[in-house]
């Protein structure tokens, strides 16, 4: 069987693909939220039917709620090159940032440095930046002001012996260009400096290796990546100790615990295995005859190999359209399939709307990256337009929406 992606077989696993509703239109707001695969769909439904009790109890509708739940975390740790300890759900990623951070606070010290990135969405930024009400120093890792790249040789000049943290995207939900995380963690590692990583931008087009990168903290959206709505966040265990508990006082040895303040969404988080259950039939399908503890490193190629071309050829179309200023690379191979684009002749929104009459799902606005936007000389209000998209993405659907763009944007 071809290694080629099979994108029949791959919308079969979205109930979305076979949604009257939805019938002729070409979905390119991914990056707001994917389409969730069938698998999620199957277990969230059987779990409000069958284990809607408090689960890890006594009985056995109980059990099997929890051990529900517990394959998740099983589940998904391989597609991720960790164990499943170090991983924590939540109800979002902006609130387990904001639970990291306030866990943060009660370590760092007045006169303590962390860095942040212009580059990274509020939800990672504005957190951190925060901590400067109770005298930690917040030194901003800045873009380049044209193409919005952040230069890892600018990070050495930022780090200080009294550096604690430093937080970073995986990529930037507007100019996409894939930051070389392990490099910069390295980095960070030499001088004993933690390392918070938002993948919300990446994780959709492939999960990554984390034992890989080494980072201390990765955090993405499971409803971006196919799931349920939910926060993901993988935690190195020295650096959950070292920010230690935000949860009940009496859970404090519970390390799954310490990051969820609220308690977990136990259906949410039981569906999420449904994630990992996609992929293995991805793999079964694309690959039956390998090996299954390979799975991971496959899947994630697969899914590039199938995003790569239909984004260049996106980029190709847009990259000197004169009503589009494009954002980031110009290069597939240095981004990820998000697309963000200055229009220069009137407004994102109202490009929107044109494209919405002609069955393109797109989005406008500022998307919680108002820094970065302003570093780039653009205004929040009205925005860019972004275009983005994720592996079922087809390539008539590419196609449909180059010829909406030329329709709506005449050269």
């Known amino acids: ?22 019938a002729g239109t070409a979905f390119f707001e991914n990056a707001g939220g994917s389409y969730a695969c069938r698998q999620v769909i199957d277990r969230l439904g059987e779990y409000y039917r069958r284990l809607k009790v408090q689960p890890y109890g006594g009985y056995a509708a109980s059990r099997e709620a929890g051990q ?9 740790a391989p597609y991720l090159g960790v164990p499943p300890d170090w991983l924590h759900f939540g109800p979002s990623t902006s609130q387990n940032t904001y639970v990291l951070a306030q866990a943060a606070r009660k370590r760092l010290r007045r006169g303590d440095e962390i860095i942040v990135s212009q580059q990274d969405h509020e939800a990672n930024g504005g957190v951190w930046r925060h901590l400067s009400d109770d005298g930690v120093v917040v030194r901003n890792w800045n873009v380049d002001s044209r193409s919005g790249r952040l230069d890892p040789a600018a990070l050495a000049a930022l780090i200080t012996p009294r550096t604690r943290l430093l937080a970073f995207p995986h990529c930037s939900n507007i100019v996409a260009e894939i930051n070389p995380v392990r490099a910069i963690v390295a980095q960070a590692r030499a001088a004993g400096v933690w390392t918070v990583v938002d993948a919300v931008s990446y994780a959709g087009h492939g999960l990554a290796d984390l034992a890989e990168l080494d980072v201390d903290a990765y955090l993405f959206s499971m409803y971006k990546t196919f799931g349920p709505h939910q926060g993901l966040m993988a935690l190195r265990p020295a650096f959950l100790d070292w920010l230690g508990n935000e949860g009940h006082y009496f859970n404090a040895k519970q390390p799954r615990k310490r990051m969820v303040p609220a308690g977990p969404d136990h259906a949410q988080v039981a569906a999420a295995a449904g994630v990992a259950e996609y992929f293995d039939a ?17 899947i994630r190629a697969l899914l590039k190999a199938a995003e790569w071309p239909l984004l260049q050829k996106l980029l190709d179309a847009v990259k000197d359209h004169p009503a589009l200023r494009l954002l980031g690379p110009a290069d597939a191979a240095r981004r990820a399939a998000t ?35 302003e570093a780039m000389g653009l205004a929040p209000d009205p925005g860019v337009l972004r275009l983005s998209f994720v592996h079922y993405t087809s390539v008539a659907d590419v196609d449909r929406l180059i010829d909406a763009l030329n329709v709506v944007l005449p050269h």
């Open 68 to 76: 529900w739940m517990d394959q998740a975390y099983e589940r998904l």
């Open 339 to 373: 697309v963000a684009l200055q229009v220069t002749s009137g407004s994102p929104a109202d490009v929107v709307a044109k494209l919405a009459e002609r069955g393109i799902m797109a989005g406008s606005g500022h998307f919680y990256s108002v820094r970065l936007l």
């Open 1 to 22: 069987m071809s290694t080629e992606l099979d994108i029949e077989f791959v919308r079969t696993q979205f109930p979305a693909f076979a949604e009257p509703s939805l």
């Open 282 to 298: 991805l793999d079964a399908h694309h690959f039956p005859s390998a090996d299954p503890a390979h799975r991971a490193p496959r």
